[in-house]
T-cell receptor, first 113, second 115 residues
Framework: EAEVAQSPRYKITEKSQAVAFWCDPI?????LYWYRQILGQGPELLVQ????????DSQLPKDRFSAERLKGVDSTLKIQPAELGDSAMYLC???????????FGSGTRLTVV | AQTVTQSQPEMSVQEAETVTLSCTYD???????LFWYKQPPSRQMILVIR??????QNATENRFSVNFQKAAKSFSLKISDSQLGDAAMYFC????????????FGKGTKLTVNP
């Protein structure tokens, strides 16, 4: 069964350092989402792409977070500089069309020390 | 803005028994989707069941069924014949029919299945 690939699985970084996460959606899925899940809470959308275009980044802290999906396939989410409050699980998901459900990746667990 | 509330942070059930997880939501929209997702420890989130708001019939997927009460804005999940593999965090989620495709999640319910 096709999967959404994410790497790394775990990342520990020091405060003020830069960190990046990678996501490869299921082939043919035009829509890609990055969610942040703080421990004990449900995921919250950071950014949504339709192909290579950003559709919704209203909850993305743009002073330190950036996301790109240059060729409309895989995507990178970057944090610079990382802060202690950024410690969370970062989930990537993709979908074929809006009538289809999401498929989530296994996530990247970030710990900022 | 839509909100989703799961009032049970933790639930437990005996293996082979039935458990119901609660979810309420707030929206001014008439058309939308509701979902239950399962997130096992250190594993990916997977879709358990989905309900379209325009459908009166409650969705069912094998041992999983929902009780959708549109007027009450309630969407509970019933797990029958609970199995050890059902142990996980369960998230209720809302998505608009039009406009944004984002999912709005509740805070989750941790389900423990006792042998």
């Amino acid at each position: 069964e096709a999967e959404v690939a994410q790497s790394p699985r775990y990342k520990i970084t020091e405060k003020s350092q830069a960190v990046a996460f990678w996501c490869d959606p299921i082939s043919g899925h035009a829509t890609l989402y990055w969610y942040r899940q703080i421990l004990g809470q449900g995921p919250e959308l950071l950014v949504q792409f339709q192909d290579e275009s950003v559709v919704d980044d209203s909850q993305l802290p743009k002073d330190r977070f950036s996301a790109e999906r240059l060729k409309g396939v895989d995507s990178t989410l970057k944090i610079q500089p990382a802060e202690l409050g950024d410690s969370a699980m970062y989930l990537c998901a993709s979908s074929y069309t809006r009538d289809h459900g999401y498929t989530f990746g296994s996530g990247t667990r970030l710990t900022v020390v | 803005a839509q909100t989703v509330t799961q009032s049970q942070p933790e639930m437990s059930v005996q293996e082979a028994e039935t458990v119901t997880l609660s979810c309420t939501y707030d929206t001014s929209e008439s058309d939308y989707y509701l979902f239950w997702y399962k997130q096992p420890p250190s594993r990916q989130m997977i879709l358990v069941i989905r309900q379209e708001a325009y459908k009166q019939q409650n969705a069912t997927e094998n041992r999983f069924s929902v009780n959708f009460q549109k007027a009450a804005k309630s969407f509970s999940l019933k797990i029958s014949d609970s199995q050890l593999g059902d142990a996980a965090m369960y998230f209720c989620a809302y998505r608009s029919q039009g406009g944004s495709e984002k999912l709005v999640f509740g805070k989750g319910t941790k389900l423990t299945v006792n042998p």
